[in-house]
């Protein structure tokens, strides 16, 4: 059986740290005997500087007929002047809502050795392991009526959640809370907003089936607190998309870099596996950038999108022993260069 990879690498950082995904893929391809095809494809500023449009249209077919696809970063300060529809980050939008991948799984913890990378102190870190569950389709993102009318000097965004959508969400999370801790803590701000206030009633119906998991709310003020001062006390973190986009970036700080995390972006279809770091314009193309997101993220992609689970634990494992080695990027204050790094993953798997 062949897999069939879209490989998107996208801007600034992320053809480097794919460059290093694929190898690892590669890699493990040949040590499992498993076949990969790998097929690459413009997106985002890439495609604009081809003149393309940000997701042109043969990028979106070849990712819906895809076992899975695999993305760097997109976003590029050449194109920041541009009304968000035609900018680079369009393309990724467009993508997850083609894709329908309304569940976005963003894990992070504290990982052994890089306890001093964190600013938070060692023992407010220890055993923290939690993932947060962001609604990835709806919400301001993707809300009707939005304009930036510059003759009224106003603009206006659109916040609408429908049961259906938060129903479904809930459920993953709530499935996954199963597999781990069997806890579940909903993100809202339901003292505010009416999208709120049915985001809540509705995982309160969900929980309903599920009475073995416990599940608290928590207001996204308060839960930015908590997640910096105890970190340890989450497991599943099930939020809407604009909470989940902030509380995600934020629990970067368990691990001491944004470069550490991975995503995985689920749906009925093809899953879209990339890490949560952006294009980091300013350290793009010095071979310094740290690739263990989109390593991790290939691992995601292998477990959740290809079912294969012991490459998947393969590869998280080669990630854990480069590190273990003492390699280091310069985000966790080290020298090793993103394609050192991605060559010890290879050795290690
Ligand atoms: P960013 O994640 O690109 O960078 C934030 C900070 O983290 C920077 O200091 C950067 O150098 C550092 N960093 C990020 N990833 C790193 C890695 N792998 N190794 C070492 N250091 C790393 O976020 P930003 O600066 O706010 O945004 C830059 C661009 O990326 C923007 O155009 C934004 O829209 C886009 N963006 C894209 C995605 C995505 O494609 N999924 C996600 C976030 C931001
Ligand atoms: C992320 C990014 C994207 C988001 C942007 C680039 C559209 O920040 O994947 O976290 O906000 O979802
Ligand atoms: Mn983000």
Redesign the pocket.
Known sequence: MAYKVVLLP?????PE?IREARRALERIGGTFQRDFTFSEHLIGGAALKANRPPLPASTLEAAMASDAVL?G?????AF?HLPPGSR??SA?LALRKSLGVFANLRPARAWNGLEDNSPLKKETLAGTDMIVVRELLGGLYYGEPREWNRATDQAINTLRYARPEVERVARVAFDLARLRGKRVVSVDKANVLETSQLWRAVVNDVAKSYPDVQLTHEYVDACAMKLACAPASFDVVLTENLFGDILSDEAGAICG???MLPSASLGAGPGLF??????????AGKN????C?ALLSAAMMLRSGLKLDAEATALERAVEAALASGLR???LGGTTSTSEFGGAVVRAI
């Open positions: 996208g801007d600034g950082i992320g740290v993305l970063a997109v976003g590029d300060p920041d680079p980050e990724l870099s944004l470069g990339e890490p949560v770091h952006g294009s980091a314009p300013t350290i310094i950038a740290n690739p997101g990027t310069a985000d």
